[in-house]
């Protein structure tokens, strides 16, 4: 599967001020930098913020600073092709 886009829509905790955004694939190495650090786009101001997307092993979390929800999540893909062969009839 490919990726192509992923969109999510959030909105402060009394469901107002919806936006559409993006979110923001972290790694272990970026993790604590984007928590600790109150300048990322993760933190809420201004009634914007990226949420974090983290791969778990059944697949990946969407987390937030506690301050605004996620109201939607889509995920647009390519699926995997299969391989053609000149043995395969046209």
Known sequence: MFVLNEDVVISDMNGEHQMDTCVFECTADSFMYRINNKLTDFHYKFHRARPLRIRT??????????????DSYSIGYLKVPTELTSEDPM
Do not use: P, Q, V
């Open 57 to 70: 092993a059944d697949g990946f979390k969407l987390l937030t600073d506690k301050n605004y929800k996620i």
